[in-house]
């Protein structure tokens, strides 16, 4: 039987980071931690090796949390019948400025829904983290069927 939990490398989670496009922001906002799901995609800057989550964004809760505090958690997961894998980063969010934005243009990185979200965030990651799993969800036979 395999380990029921393997931790990923750094390479490794930002491999998960690359090869997905949605999870869920973290922030704060008037002394509450709100969660969003947000679209991103991974910005690696070749010259200096450094590599920054992207996001677009229209005003609201979001980019005012993100102004306000920029102390930010963000998580991908997913998982299949008997496998699961999750990658966390916290970090610090800042809105780009008017002369940054063409970062957001040099990635796959469009709104899902039809609105119009000019503002671009970056996520700098301070730390992380990525696990994988092996699921036995022994209680499978009690859902119901689909």
């Given at each position: 039987m395999n380990q029921p939990m393997s931790v990923m490398d750094g390479e490794e989670c930002w491999e998960f980071l690359?090869?997905?496009e949605f999870g869920r922001l973290a922030f704060h906002l008037a002394g509450e931690v709100h969660i969003t799901p947000i679209n991103y995609a991974?910005?690696?800057d070749p010259e200096t090796d450094r590599r920054t989550l992207?996001?677009?964004t229209a005003g609201g809760s979001k980019l005012l949390g993100v102004v306000m505090n920029e102390d930010?958690?963000?998580e991908v997961d997913?998982?299949?019948?008997e496998k699961a894998?999750?990658?966390i980063i916290r970090g610090k969010a800042r809105?780009?400025?008017?002369?940054e934005e063409h970062k957001a243009e040099n990635v796959p990185l469009r709104p899902w829904v039809n609105t119009l979200k000019y503002n671009v965030v970056e996520i700098d990651p301070?730390?992380?983290s990525g696990r994988r799993f092996e699921l036995t969800r022994p209680w499978k036979h009690m859902l119901p069927e689909s």
């Open positions: 690359r090869s997905h991974v910005h690696h992207l996001f677009r930010v958690a963000f997913e998982y299949a019948d894998a999750s990658v809105k780009l400025d008017e002369h301070v730390e992380i």
